[in-house]
């Protein structure tokens, strides 16, 4: 194991973990009523960096569960390390929904020129941004949990 190598993985795990956060977040802030083209464009651009944080963090966590970190024998026994997977995994499925619908609405927008975006439409898309935020803190939990071999 290169302990230097380990250590940049933890400190890229983080900031990923920051960016995605902050995406979701941005989401959540923009994704209300009156919807315009604007909106509609960000909120796909934060989509877009809020998926590849999230798969860049699963790149980032296996190299370090695998290669670099405490090996794949110490995460593998882990019930820990797999509840944070499988909610890891909840957590993109949560993210589908949403990602459809700004993809919608901007295709929406373009052929239209103003999006006609309901209410219950964004209503919708919030309760999915915001089960997918619910799950974060029981990710890192189990992160830390994990990471004490509790």
């Not at 973990?17 to 995406?23: C, E, K, Q, S, T």
């Not at 901007?106 to 052929?111: F, L, M, N, T």
Request: proline share 4%; with cysteine.
């Amino acid at each position: 194991m290169n302990i230097y190598a380990d250590a940049w993985l933890a400190w890229l795990h983080f900031i990923l973990i920051f960016l995605l956060l902050a995406a979701l977040v941005g989401e959540l802030i923009l994704c209300r009523p009156p919807m315009s083209t604007d909106v509609i464009r960000r909120l796909r651009r934060l989509d877009l960096l809020y998926g590849l944080s999230a798969l860049s963090l699963l790149i980032v966590g296996l190299a370090r569960a695998g290669h670099f970190g405490k090996s794949w024998a110490f995460y593998s026994i882990q019930p820990w390390f797999w509840l944070k997977l499988a909610c890891f995994g909840v957590v993109g499925l949560l993210s589908i929904y949403p990602t459809v619908v700004f993809l919608r609405w901007g295709r929406q927008s373009k052929s239209a020129g103003d999006p006609s975006v309901d209410a219950a439409g964004i209503k919708k898309v919030r309760l999915f941004i915001h089960l997918e935020l619910a799950l974060l803190p029981v990710i890192v939990f189990a992160a830390v949990m994990m990471a004490r071999g509790l």
